[in-house]
């Protein structure tokens, strides 16, 4: 039972991971030991929030997807799309948590320690999401650190934007009152008017040198697409000294969505809006001095959406560089450790813990010769500023009640809405108030037993 125990938790890979690096290897895009030389100098890593595979690309047929469960296809994210068609289709990648108190820790630790899975039953202390400053639990965190710490330790350069970090804003008028909606944020975007100062503050002290604070982290009032732009920005400014920070991690949260409360952005415009800033750091990144030796990955938090027609863990994740395939399907079994694994990899860097260091490099996804072809982004086929109308105007009676109910969660805060009714109320709003909620596709199912299989899918 030992061996039995031993091969189960990989052991083999965890020793593995302690070989040293050996002399005279050719450079690879996913070395094969840590140290060893790789064809990339750069990572990029984006981090979004709360979508499974079938949600987004399961309208893709190359993939393993069920459109039926597709709302977010691809008139809503042209980008997504456009990306898993000229380099790869994951269709086999999963989230390791469930919503973003352990989500970001599996996203950039690989591991939810001990006392964070504990607190499931309430988060007595706080929810440590990493989005709020006085919601920072050091208790939640993994003793190990974080994936900017082991690049901090290791001597590589690093540049932050939104993750790990609290928004703040205010007024540029300090004599002006009320509060500040995302039409405020909207027109300063479009026109420059420059009315709301926008600004963030790192929830973990070791990320204050490295975290660009003219951008932010969670905000579903400001579009994604001004997070591109300020990133894009600071890029054009590496350009001109010919220098890029070896890790470079995003925030884009704005594919969570807020709901169909009146006056914010409808569902629909929240996820083109991330597809569209998507789509513009990838065109950017493509277009710049640094593609040649630069690897994109992305990847949701949480699955938090739930509802998938194999696994509510499953997700979307993309890997785009010169060295990715082209216009191919990988089906490899791949999890955030695996992402965190290949980035430590290719940077030289060592595994934070067991979880990491026992994890599949994505290996599968790369050529060993370059493709330096640009990636184009595409317009939005949906106005970002399309906004969810009020109450009163709906006629549809669920589709009201929804409006309504939108405007009593809390979702200017994370996760503190119930998620069955959060993802209830995106379902019809996307689907109509006619469409069967799929609960086949988000109940636990006994996959011994055909028959309970199928009473499920019944429901």
Partial sequence: MTQIALFNMRYGLLQDAKLPARAGQPPRPVPERVGEPSVFNHVVYIIKENRTYDQ?????????????????GENITPNQHKMVREFVLLDNTYCSGVLSADGHNWADSGIANEYLERSFAGFPRSYPSGAFENESDALAYSSA??????????????????????????WADTNRKGEIAFQDHWKDFITGSAEVNVASVPTIDSLRPYLCTNTVGWDMDIPDVFRARQFIAELKEYEKTGTLPNLI?????????????AGVPSPAAQVADNDLAFGQIVQA?????????????????????????????????????????????????YNQTSLLRTMELMLGMPPMNQMDA???????????????????????????????????????????ENALASA???????DQCSEDQLNRILWHAMKGSSAVYPLWAISDVDDDDDDDEDVNKND
């Avoid at 991690?249 to 409360?261: C, F, V």
């Avoid at 030796?293 to 979307?316: K, L, M, N, Y």
């Avoid at 072809?373 to 549809?396: G, T």
């Fill in 56 to 72: 987004v690309l399961g309208d893709i047929p190359q993939g393993n997807g069920d459109a039926s469960l597709c709302v977010f």
């Fill in 358 to 400: 026992s994890a599949t490099p994505i290996s599968d996804c790369f050529n060993s010769k370059a493709n330096y072809a640009h990636f184009a982004s595409v317009p939005s086929n949906i106005l970002l500023d399309e906004l969810n109308p009020q109450p009163s105007v709906i006629a549809d009676p669920l589709l009201r």
């Fill in 145 to 170: 650190g974080f994936l900017w710490d082991n690049a901090i330790a290791s001597g590589k350069s690093l540049r932050v934007y939104g993750e790990f970090a609290e928004t703040k804003k205010s």
């Fill in 408 to 414: 009593r969660l809390p979702l200017e805060k994370i």
């Fill in 285 to 333: 990144i493509s277009q710049s001095s640094f593609w040649k030796d630069t690897c994109i990955f992305a990847i949701e938090d949480d699955p938090q959406a739930g509802w998938d027609h194999v696994s509510g863990f499953r997700t979307t994740a993309y890997v785009i560089s010169p060295y990715t395939k082209r216009g191919e399907v990988i089906s490899t079994q």
């Fill in 249 to 261: 991690i995003i925030g884009l949260p704005n594919d969570h969505t807020s709901g169909t409360k």
